[in-house]
């Protein structure tokens, strides 16, 4: 079972205001994914990260969304200013390393809702 | 990375065994073929894995088929809790290790 936790569960923010969404990996991974789920089930991938370095990102974290995952602190993806079709599931999952071997462990997600 | 094609959805009786099925026509030599399910309200679970040959687990069997284009989940004894979205998934060996979803199958078990 995976050990992934993510906070908070459920986020509603106004267009325009900035959401922020944590994660913390399970014990011992170093890589971090960043997913979105929209609401046809549909999953875009966003960021990843090995320790505290970005290894890929989309074109859309770069403009509007921030991600870090600084050492000893959980991981943050943060949307600078929120629209409505970023409402959507947000997921965080960990693998022990990079290698595609490697299975990720996902966490409940974040349901943010844009009003 | 290749498409794959699954059904939309397949209904199960609690005791049975199940098979999905997955499409993967155009796959490469160096892609693998992962498996994770998904229930309501959590993020996807892995289940599975392979490249050519078949494997199992706890969770499941995965049947390739000989010139890789097909592979089946099968999935003994399906229980209620078995219930979910499963999604089969082509990964590019020493590629990006980033998972691409398609819409995946709706399993639904009937007790």
């Known amino acids: 079972n995976s050990k992934v936790i993510q906070t908070p569960r459920y986020l509603v923010k106004g267009q325009g205001q900035k959401a922020k969404m944590r994660c913390i990996p399970e014990?011992?991974?170093?890589?971090v994914f960043w997913y979105q789920q929209n609401k046809n089930n549909e999953f875009k991938f966003l960021i990843n990260f090995q320790n505290q370095e970005v290894l890929q990102q989309i074109d859309m974290t770069e403009k509007r969304f921030s991600a870090e995952c600084p050492s000893n602190s959980p991981c943050s993806l943060e949307i600078q200013s929120s629209e409505a079709g970023d409402s959507a599931l947000y997921l965080c999952?960990?693998?022990?390393?990079?290698?595609?071997?490697?299975?990720?462990?996902f966490g409940p997600g974040t349901r943010l809702t844009v009003l | 990375d290749a498409k794959t094609t699954q059904p939309d959805s397949m209904e199960s009786t609690e005791g049975e065994t199940v098979h999905l099925p997955c499409s993967h026509a155009t796959i490469s030599g160096n892609e693998y073929i992962y498996w994770y399910r998904q229930v309501p309200l959590q993020g996807p679970e892995y289940v599975t894995h392979?490249?050519?040959q078949n494997t199992t687990n706890s969770m499941a069997f995965l049947a390739i088929a000989s010139d890789r284009k097909s592979s089946t989940l099968i999935l003994p004894h399906v229980s209620l809790r078995d219930a979910a979205v499963y999604h089969c998934i082509l990964r590019v060996q020493g590629g990006s290790a980033k998972l691409i979803f398609g819409e995946g199958t709706k399993l639904t078990v009937s007790s």
């Open positions: 392979g490249l050519q």
């Open positions: 014990k011992g991974h170093p890589v």
């Open positions: 999952a960990s693998s022990r390393d990079w290698g595609n071997y490697a299975e990720q462990f």
